[in-house]
């Protein structure tokens, strides 16, 4: 079976899923072959139905946004939703230019892509019921996204617990409001002394907390730099206001570090509050500030709480069970009676 992944590089998680499934697939007896495509594509994606499809595709995965774009005789189209940005949960982190783009293009790729798709997916039950509430789609297809557990580990050395020394906190994501970057310094500030906030702005390099106190860039990483950033920190902080699935907190997770993120979107289908993390009101600068102060004070928890995370992310949401997911689904589609 062999699988195109075409792509519209926007610089998210996105880019990072797409690999991913691809690497996934070609650790199996399937192939995968992913395209990418510049930016500017997503304002024009009907341009791509010219683009020919690899010799002997049999599926096609793409994103919801620009699926439409590439149904081709012969083969099994599948759309995948990561980000629902018609619903009123996105609406205040758009501009009138983005409210426009999103309301009219966007919403009319969306339509085009799950009316002409085989089988659409969503990477979150939340996503899920976005779609369903918005657009009226039905029969759509959960596979929670996957990481690679086996890159995404603890460190060889066993993680010690507090000491009474500098605990570490980790951000890692784009600058953005919807991200929750513009809370970090409020956070810091409360927390005071005894705390330091590395953070990194993922594929993207805006930096707006340059010389902050307490707060250290840690500029832009390759994957290797981020498993080890997530390794030396004790607590990844997430306080988004809205997600698909975040990759990241599964990284994290997997390295045995605890998040403490915001309680909604898709955060509490990752998190397990006070198990393997802990869920906080959304926006609530003190509820942050006190969850890392609590597990800052219970050191012997915090251990406890990484290596529960680690659990959870070895057995929910590995790379290998996303692969195998996807594919039992292609096989479906193509009339394999024998697929899982």
């Given amino acids: 079976m062999k699988i195109w992944l075409p792509y519209i590089r926007c610089g998210s998680g996105t880019d990072i899923f797409t690999e991913q499934l691809a690497k996934g697939i070609n650790a199996t007896e399937h192939e995968a072959v992913t395209t990418s495509f510049p930016h500017f594509w997503q304002y024009f994606p009907w341009r791509l139905k010219c683009v020919r499809a690899p010799s002997g595709t049999d599926i096609i995965l793409a994103n919801s946004w620009n699926g439409f774009a590439f149904r081709r005789p012969g083969c099994k189209l599948v759309t995948v939703e990561h980000l629902f940005v018609l619903g009123p949960a996105f609406f205040p982190y758009r501009n009138c230019l983005l ?25 979150s039950a939340y996503t899920s019921r976005s779609l369903q509430r918005i657009l009226n789609v039905n029969e759509l297809h959960v596979i929670l996204n996957g990481i690679d557990t086996d890159f995404f ?3 060889p050395t066993t993680k010690v617990a507090l000491d009474n020394h500098l605990v ?9 409001r919807r991200k929750g970057a513009d809370m970090l310094p409020a956070i810091m500030e409360k927390l005071g002394p005894g705390f330091e906030l590395n953070y990194t702005s993922g594929l993207r390099t805006r930096d707006p907390f340059k010389c902050l106190p307490g707060m250290r860039p840690l500029g832009c990483l390759n994957q290797e730099q981020i498993r080890d950033a997530y390794r030396y920190a004790d607590i990844l902080l997430l306080p988004t206001r809205l997600e698909g699935l975040p990759l990241v907190a599964m990284e994290a997770m997997a390295c045995g570090t605890p998040v403490i993120a915001s309680n909604c979107a898709s955060l509490p289908e990752v998190i397990n509050d006070g198990i393997n993390g802990r869920l906080c009101p959304v926006d609530n600068v003190e509820a942050f500030t006190a969850a890392v102060s609590e597990l800052a004070a219970q050191p012997q928890h915090l251990l406890n709480m990484g290596k529960n995370a680690r ?7 590995s790379l290998k069970r996303m692969t195998q997911e996807y594919i039992g689904l ?9 697929a899982i």
């Fill in 168 to 176: 570490k906190l980790l951000f890692v994501g784009n600058m953005s």
């Fill in 153 to 155: 580990c603890p460190a």
């Fill in 99 to 123: 409210a426009i783009f999103h309301d009219t293009l966007v919403k009319h790729f969306e339509t085009d892509s799950m009316r002409v798709a085989d089988k659409a997916v969503a990477v």
């Fill in 330 to 338: 292609f096989k479906r589609l193509l009339g394999d009676t024998g």
């Fill in 311 to 317: 659990e959870t992310a070895k057995k929910r949401f």
